[in-house]
């Protein structure tokens, strides 16, 4: 089992800014990658960022140049940083992890999700 604690999300005023984190635990051997995902009402949920266990990184063209995805290995943490923070960026944010479990079995484990609200 794999288990995902996301936190940082809240309000923040147009071009604030905001750190996700997201922690994973559980019976893990290794992590492939690890990613950011949001979603709003009505929308189907998008990739914000996504990075790989060797540093390998892809964005969505919306998040290009305001976000930052950085994890740290050793703690099994995945880090976005959300700059220049824009009305639409309005979501539900969602962790999402893959790898290989200690059973030697592929796993993807999403978190609970954290909401993130761009409001004046």
């Known amino acids: 089992q794999v288990h995902l604690v996301e936190s940082g999300g809240g309000l923040v005023q147009p071009g604030g800014s905001l750190r996700l984190s997201c922690a994973a635990s559980g019976s893990i051997l290794s992590i492939r990658a690890m990613g950011w995902y949001r979603q709003t009402p009505g929308k189907q949920r998008e990739l914000v960022a996504r990075?790989?266990?060797?540093?390998?990184?892809n964005y969505a063209d919306s998040a290009k140049g305001r976000f930052t995805i950085s994890r740290d290995n050793a703690k099994n943490t995945v880090y976005l940083q959300m700059n220049s923070l824009k009305f639409e960026d309005t979501a539900v944010y969602s962790c999402?992890?893959?790898?290989?479990?200690?059973?030697?079995?592929?796993?993807?484990?999403w978190g609970q999700g954290t909401q993130v609200t761009v409001s004046s």
């Open positions: 999402s992890t893959e790898g290989l479990l200690a059973t030697l079995k592929d796993f993807i484990s």
């Open positions: 990075i790989t266990s060797g540093g390998s990184t």
